[in-house]
């Protein structure tokens, strides 16, 4: 991508193989779910973050409070809704994205 990003589905990479990952991770930027608490294996080492939500009433806030307790550079930003309301998926908006991306990468 233009920032340097590359797509991994940490689900299909061994614990051991995570780990030397996101230790080796400088700029995160994910979906909100389990693969984001791979953010620990990078403790005591700089770090800035996005977290993407899916659209909904509350944001949960358990990976800024971690990311704060090691002193990441945290963002977010929240989709917009799919076009069919119970798919699963959501929308984000590719100009947001990239301006989010260049921010965590400054």
Not at 54 to 62: A, D, G, L, M, S
């Amino acid at each position: 991508t233009k920032h340097g990003f590359r797509i991994v589905h940490a689900d299909r990479l061994s614990l051991p193989q995570q780990a030397v990952l996101f230790r080796n991770t400088h700029y995160l930027a994910g979906i909100h779910g389990a693969g984001m608490t791979n953010m620990i294996f990078r403790k005591d080492y700089v770090m800035s973050m996005l977290e993407i939500f899916p659209p909904q009433p509350v944001i949960p806030y358990h990976y800024a409070v971690l990311a704060h307790t090691y002193d990441y550079r945290y963002q977010a930003m929240q989709g917009a809704p799919g076009k069919s309301k119970y798919s699963g998926g959501f929308i984000v908006d590719p100009e947001k994205l990239d301006q989010m991306l260049g921010i965590i990468t400054e």
